[in-house]
């Protein structure tokens, strides 16, 4: 049980850090509220999900070559400035209520987390080395089924802070005026740009390097 509670708490300090995630998941909760603070979240763990099976069966080096990770870097760039310039173009949307089209913008909230997460070449190194470590730790100690169960760990620690981010980020509508509401969503949009920015110099990198 100690082990299992070590991988949760494992999943919590890797979804801790501030990045692109928390601030997709902080401007989405202001604008427009809980449930699709916790969508961007969601659509985050997909993505880890996905990147745990292909460690899993072996095509983490697929992943690593220097094609996939400029046109990851690219990619990310790309998902991230778009996604930061929509936050500020729509702050002026803050605190208003969305009533039309709300399941599109659920889908659009999920989408955003799963795109941010995958596009991510950070993530993905992030991944090969964390998860690469306690797969080779725990098969050649531990069979199939405590792997499972040590990854359901890691899920639930992720789990626990997207609900923790999303229940602040709707708090935080409910507590402040629009003017700040306004300039924290602002400050998201600048925030992703800025990642994006760093994605689109490694590309760069990348390519002439």
């Known amino acids: 049980m100690s082990i299992f509670v070590s991988y949760i708490l494992l999943g919590l300090s890797l979804s801790a850090p501030m990045g692109p995630i928390n601030a997709a998941q902080l401007d989405r909760g202001i604008r427009f509220g809980f449930m699709n603070a916790w969508l961007v979240g969601f659509g985050a763990m997909v993505a880890d999900g996905v990147f745990m099976m292909l460690i899993y069966f072996g095509l983490a080096h697929v992943i690593d070559t220097p094609f996939m990770k400029t046109f ?124 994006g920015l760093y994605f689109g110099m490694q590309a760069v990198k990348m390519f002439v390097g």
Not at 81 to 94: D, M, P, Q, R, W
Not at 100 to 121: D, H, M, Q, W
Not at 149 to 156: D, E, R
């Open 72 to 195: 990851l870097w690219l990619f990310g760039f790309f998902v991230l400035t778009y996604t930061g310039i929509e936050n500020i173009t729509k702050a002026n949307s803050v605190g208003l209520e969305q009533t039309v089209g709300r399941n599109e913008t659920n889908r659009k909230s999920f989408r955003t987390g799963f795109f941010i997460a995958i596009s991510n070449p950070l993530n993905i190194l992030f991944w090969l080395g964390i998860y690469g470590s306690i797969l080779a730790q725990t098969s050649s100690m531990f069979g199939t089924a405590q792997l499972f169960l040590y990854s359901a760990g890691i899920f639930l620690g992720i789990t626990i802070w997207d609900l923790t981010m999303a229940s602040a980020a709707a708090g935080a509508r409910a507590w402040v005026n629009p003017l700040i509401l306004k300039r924290i969503s602002i400050l998201s949009g600048v925030t992703l740009i800025g990642f």
